[in-house]
Structures are given as C-alpha cells and as structure tokens.
C-alpha cells in the first residue's frame, strides 16, 4: 500500500467535513474535494465551511479544491461523502484517477436508488481491485465538530484497512473500533435513517416516551431481520453501527431524518420538510428500497410498511401503531423463540 500522508475526502458535507477536519488535526495532508468551486475559495479564504459547519475552524492541513485529479492522485486512503442518489456518479468520475493501491472508504449512510446497492456495492463494481471498507456509527457531524466524545466503526475485510483508519481518524474525541462485517455495519447505517424519520413524526405528535421506547426496539428488531436476510451477522446491530447510530438518530434534532419527519408529523408535507431541512435526508429513499425488497422477500418490516403508508398514502399514524399493537408476531428478541412458537 502507498506510505503517503495525503488523504481525500470526497465531499464537502457536514460529515465529509468533520472527517477531514480530523485527519488534518491528526497531522494529514487533506485534500476536500467540494463540487462548488466557490466554497472551496470561501474554506481557502476563511477557514470555515459556511454553509454545513459555520462555526467549526478548519485545520490549516485541510486543502479544498474542485479538482478529482488534484484530490486522489498520490492519496493512501479516500472517504467517500457524498449523498447516495450521486455515489455512482461521482465515483465513476473519480476512476481514471485510482489505482488498485488505494483504500476505499464510503461513509454515505444509504442505498443506491432503484437498487438495493449498498454503497460498497458500487465502490466493488467501479473498482473491483481496491480494499473497500465502510465507516458508520452515531455520529452527528455537528457534535463532532464541537469535539464531543465520539465512537464509530470501520468495517472492512482487509486488516491493513482497518488498522489504517483507526489510526488516521483516531483521535481523544473519536474513537475507532474495528468490524469485519462490512454488510451489516453498512445496513446498519442506512436503515436506521427509516426509523430516525418515524421518531422525528412521533416526537411531533407528542405519542409519549413509551410508545417511542416501544417503536425504537420494535425497529432494531426489524433491522436485524432484514440484513439477516441479506446475509449480515445479527450481532452487528449490537453496536455503534446499529443500536448505538439507531439511538443517536432518533432521540436528536441534529439528526437530518429526525427532523425531516418532525416537520412532516406538524402538518408539512413531504417536499415542504425536505426543502425545509436543506440538506440531503437518506432515510426517505431509504424507505422507497427497502419496503420494495421486504416486499419481494417476504420479510416482516411492520414498521417500514406502516410508514411507507403514512408519508405516501397520508394514513394516520396512529392507526399504523394501532395495528402494529394487534400484530401476529409475538417474538420480542429475535432469534430466541423456537420458530414453531413464533
């Protein structure tokens, strides 16, 4: 692998900001590659992101530039940060400039729309040669640019992967642990975005701290069930990238898809919320694939099916928690009844 110090960050987010901003801090040429070439001169200029972290002062190892060629030519490792619906795009963009020695890391918490690609999946069609890993777990970009403690997990099948994103991004504030289980670590980060949604809706409609405890462990059973059945390990969702990134979402309003579905369950419409936020909000594309695959599957998703009808059929949400009290399943962990029980 290259012994270069330069590191990219594809990606001028929120997120894609903080991460480069913690590979600088810990002593990295950084390359943050912007699609705006007027933020990338406001980053130069004023050593802030403007319009994602206004109030966070970037690192003078941190570089900004709109040039593909410029940002990964000579790069060890690149973090990809870009907004699902655009992934493809950009690393398709991005090929001409990789050779098979650099490491690949997606931190976009999504699916591919009109697929069930995870973002790996495009990484290891476009790039079939390189190590690839996934970066997830609670981590609201805006608390770790306030340097609040911090946990995620990199999951990737190539120890020397691993080892190195521990150590670039590792950190007093943001801590690294490590996972080989690159397809539930990724799941885990892109359906949580579902539930975050549907909490955002009930906290708006001021259902009660039961009925949310209820809907969140209901929803960290389904998670389970579906990348079961896409052949992730169910322990997974035991962690940051599952219950830990599950809790984060949806008990915060600095949770893009909390907020998208609080701004839906006061009255907006879908559109109305989206544009209100802002900002790119996974969970509703999210949404679109996986109830389309639970539907192909058969897999039990009461939760993605009940919201599916809230926010596209304008069924009230009540009657979904309704019929989720009088449903037939009656397993509470999964896995531990004999299947004949349940």
């Known amino acids: 692998m290259s012994t270069s110090n330069h590191i990219a960050v594809l990606g001028g987010g929120s997120f894609g900001t903080v991460i480069a901003n913690i590979a600088a801090e810990n002593g990295y040429s950084v390359k943050l590659w912007m699609r705006s070439q007027d933020a990338a001169n406001s980053i130069t200029a004023q050593r802030i992101n403007q319009k994602y972290l206004p109030s966070l002062t970037l690192s003078d190892n941190l570089e900004a530039c709109t040039s593909l060629d410029e940002a990964l030519t000579g790069a060890s490792v690149i973090f990809f940060s870009v907004p699902s619906k655009s992934f493809r795009s950009v690393v398709s963009q991005a090929c001409e400039f990789i050779s098979p020695a650099q490491m690949l890391v997606s931190t976009t918490k999504g699916i591919e729309p009109d697929s069930l690609n995870m973002m790996t999946d495009v990484l290891r069609s476009e790039l079939p040669e390189n190590p690839l890993g996934v970066l997830s777990g609670p981590n609201l970009a805006k608390e770790i640019a306030l340097h609040e403690l911090t946990a995620s997990v ?15 991004l590792g950190c007093s504030y943001f801590r690294v642990y490590a996972s080989a289980d690159v397809q539930g670590v990724e799941l885990g980060g892109a359906l949580k975005n579902i539930y975050a949604v549907m909490a955002g809706i009930v906290a708006a409609k001021k259902l009660g701290e039961n009925t949310t405890a209820m809907l969140l462990t209901r929803s960290l059973a389904e998670m389970g069930r579906f990348a079961v059945a896409q052949g992730a390990n169910p322990m997974t969702f035991l962690g940051l990238a599952g219950v830990g990134d599950l809790i984060a979402t949806c008990s915060s309003p600095l949770s893009r898809n909390y907020r998208v579905g609080y701004a839906f369950g006061e009255g907006k419409s879908l559109e109305e919320a989206v544009d209100e936020l802002g900002e790119v909000a996974e969970g509703v594309n999210t949404l679109v694939q996986v109830k389309r695959c639970a539907d192909e599957q058969s897999i039990y998703m009461p939760l993605v099916q009940g919201l599916y009808h809230v926010i596209f059929d304008q069924v009230p949400l009540e ?6 009290m009088l449903g037939e399943q009656n397993s509470d962990v999964e896995f531990t009844l004999p299947k004949h029980e349940i």
């Open 319 to 324: 009657k979904i928690i309704g019929q989720l």
């Open 154 to 168: 990199i999951a990737s099948e190539v120890s020397e992967l691993r080892q190195t994103v521990e150590k670039v």
